[in-house]
């Protein structure tokens, strides 16, 4: 976006030219630093709108870098800030859940970087211009589209999404996952999402054995698509009540295998989010407060199971500003 | 193809043990109080036909599970690679019981035959915690688990 800053950092070479061509084709002035004490003394020259950096070692370890972390959101209030990493997502976690700024994580893996998930990421912050999964998929795909509604029609919606993925000739175990997350994302919509006038979950507390029929209102939107590389599977809902701390807190929760995994205070939601987060590649959550969430789930299907199970994960949140 | 699978639940006295078979999809719609009423004889549960589990299914199955008592011998036989997948992320997912075998995705490299093979833990067990040799049907080269076999077989290290 043309007018704004980018300071990205990354020690190696072949992700500091990814990045630089590819941030650079936003119309964004980009900086690449190539060493730690570089990337420090850009970030203190200030007058950054993003800032993409590498937490991985060097920097992850440097003093400088935590002591930075620890007052980002005072020093640099305006500037938006995205990690990227070689480690496990589950890894970084935990720093989410005590850096509320921090949102966006993007898994770097065996090639350098994903040119389009960084642009993507960019342009999403910059331009505030959240929703939609098509940003994430080629141009020219359409996905489907089902309205969410009656809890005793899940395994009519569930029959689609599954039938889609076979067509593409998906294995049983994409098809599995595929499923997986189409299952947690309808209950979500069904029995998380609703909300009453006063903001208060309306049908949480119900088992999920209990049918619950949206009303027009409430009605939710399952969406999926696929460009080749990805198959994409969204949820939209018209509550926007989704929180970053509800998120990473869920997930933090069950990564660690024990009692706590089953707790009741999520309502249920808990183990879902898990199980949806296992079952993915990148998980991004658009959320307009109070108006609308969308969570959009991607699957590799360039990927073997192994090298799927592998592979660390990006993990967006993107939270509209009010206006 | 995939095509909706309904849960089923048999339940099947033989000499010495009630035999449990369960095909299909753990859910909401899933139907497991059966299982409840086991618990005087040892029970054997083959879980062959299972497709996927959901989060209630998951919820669900433990609260079943742990309704048998403890001192009933509790055994899981011929488990798919969605039950795999559930012991190894959830704590307390068979309760008490032990995983007798199981099923793991087999891949070929050379020839990309692929296969679900059935292995014992045990075998594993005193394999060193690993699959034991697999050779391709249709090559003959050593087949190799297509996941992380140190993940998928972190239930055997559990129960070791």
Not at chain 1, 1 to 26: C, H, N, S, W, Y
Not at chain 1, 104 to 111: C, G, M, V
Not at chain 2, 111 to 118: A, F, G, I, P, T
């Amino acid at each position: 976006m043309r007018g704004k800053r980018i300071l990205f950092f990354d020690p190696d070479p072949r992700a500091r030219r990814v990045a630089e061509r590819a941030l650079a084709a936003t119309g964004s002035e980009v900086r690449c630093a190539a060493d730690s004490d570089e990337v420090i003394t850009a970030m203190d020259g200030g007058g950054w709108d993003l800032m993409m950096l590498s937490y991985d070692p060097p920097l992850r370890d440097d003093p400088r870098w935590t002591e930075r972390l620890g007052v980002f959101e005072e020093r640099w209030p305006r500037t938006k800030l995205v990690l990227h990493s070689t480690a496990p997502t589950e890894d970084n976690l935990p720093l989410m859940a005590t850096r509320p700024f921090l949102r966006n994580l993007i898994a770097k893996n065996d090639e350098p970087l994903e040119p389009d998930e960084l642009i993507i990421t960019a342009e999403k912050l910059l331009r505030h211009d959240l929703f939609g999964l098509g940003k994430y998929l080629l141009w020219g795909v359409e996905p489907v589209r089902i309205e969410i509604r009656d809890s005793r029609k899940k395994l009519d919606y569930l029959a689609e999404v599954a039938a889609y993925a076979n067509a593409l000739g998906c294995n049983e175990r994409v098809v599995e996952l595929v499923e997986t997350v189409a299952d947690e994302l309808i209950t979500n919509a069904i029995y998380n999402a609703p909300r009453t006038a006063d903001g208060e979950p309306k049908y949480a507390r119900r088992s999920r054995r209990e049918p619950v029929e949206l009303t027009d209102a409430e009605v939710g939107q399952l969406e999926f698509a696929c460009d080749g590389d990805y198959i994409a599977i969204a949820q939209i809902d018209p509550f926007g009540a989704l929180t970053q701390d509800t998120v990473v807190s869920y997930l933090n929760r069950c990564l660690v295998k024990g009692p706590e995994q089953l707790s009741e205070a999520s309502g249920g939601a808990g183990i879902g989010l898990y199980r949806v987060f296992q079952s993915l590649s990148k998980f991004v959550i658009n959320v307009e407060p109070g108006h609308r969430t969308e969570v959009i789930c991607l699957i590799d299907l360039r990927l073997t199971m192994k090298r799927f199970r592998q592979q660390a994960k990006s993990f967006h949140i993107f939270i509209q500003d009010a206006a | 193809m995939t095509v909706r699978t309904p849960f089923t639940l048999e339940i099947t006295a033989q000499a010495d043990v009630d035999h449990v078979t369960i095909t299909g999809i753990i859910d909401e719609n899933a139907e497991l109080a059966p299982m409840t009423a086991l618990g005087a004889r040892p029970i054997e549960v083959s879980m062959r036909g299972v497709r996927r589990i959901n989060s209630f299914g998951v919820r669900a199955w433990i609260d079943v599970v742990r309704r048998i008592p403890a001192s009933t011998p509790l055994a899981f036989v011929q488990c798919p690679p969605p039950v795999v997948d559930q012991c190894n992320m959830v704590a307390g997912f068979l309760g008490h019981g032990r995983l007798i075998s199981f099923f793991a995705p087999m891949v070929c490299a050379e020839c990309d035959e692929q296969l679900d093979q059935l292995f014992l833990t045990a075998a594993c067990r005193d394999n060193g915690g690993k699959l034991p040799a697999t050779p391709c049907p249709r090559c003959g080269r050593p087949m190799e688990v297509d996941d992380l076999e140190e993940q998928y077989l972190l239930f055997v290290r559990e129960a070791g």
